[in-house]
C-alpha cells in the first residue's frame, strides 16, 4: 500500500528559507521514497506592475525579467544537485506568472499530495498580509503544506 504522500512540491524564490525548504524536501521524498518536484516561479505579474507604476521601463524589465530567469534555473539546478547528493531526483520545473496561481496549478496538475515551503516572512502590514504570494500560495491550494523553519536544523539533519 502507498502511503500517504507520494509526489511532493517544493516551493523555491532564491531566499535561504526555500533552499531549506527543499533539503527538507529532499529528506521527506527520501524517507517516504516519494517523487519530488522542485518549483521556481519568475514572478511577470509583479514585473507588469512595476511598468505599469513606471518604476521600470519597459527595456528594463526585459532584462530584469532574463537575470531573474537566470537565477530560476541556477537555483532549481542547486536543489537538483542536492538531491543528487541524498539520492532523490528532483524533477525542476519553471514557470512564469502569478507565483500562487502557478503555485496551485501545478499542484494540481501533478497530482501534489504535499506543497512544502520556507517559512513566510514577518508581515509588516496589512499590505503585506494581502499581497504576500506564498501565504496566498498557502491558502490556495488544495493539497496539504508543510511550512519548514529552524533552517539551522535542516542542515544538520541533511548533513547527516
Known sequence: MAGPIR???????GTEESVAAAQYAILLAEFAK??????YVVNTRALN???????????EQAEYQRDIELDADKYLQHVQELGRTRGVTVEAIKASGSVHQEIKRITQENDIDLL????????RSRRDEI???AERA???VSCSVLVVKD???????FEM
Open 138 to 140: 498557502m491558502r490556495s
Open 7 to 13: 509526489n511532493i512540491l517544493v516551493y523555491v524564490d
Open 34 to 39: 516519494a517523487r519530488l518536484e522542485a518549483l
Open 131 to 133: 499581497y504576500d504570494e
Open 151 to 157: 533552517e539551522d536544523r535542516v542542515w544538520d539533519l
Open 49 to 59: 506592475d512595476l511598468v505599469k507604476t513606471r518604476i521600470f521601463l519597459k527595456e
Open 116 to 123: 512544502v515551503m520556507g517559512k513566510i516572512s514577518r508581515i
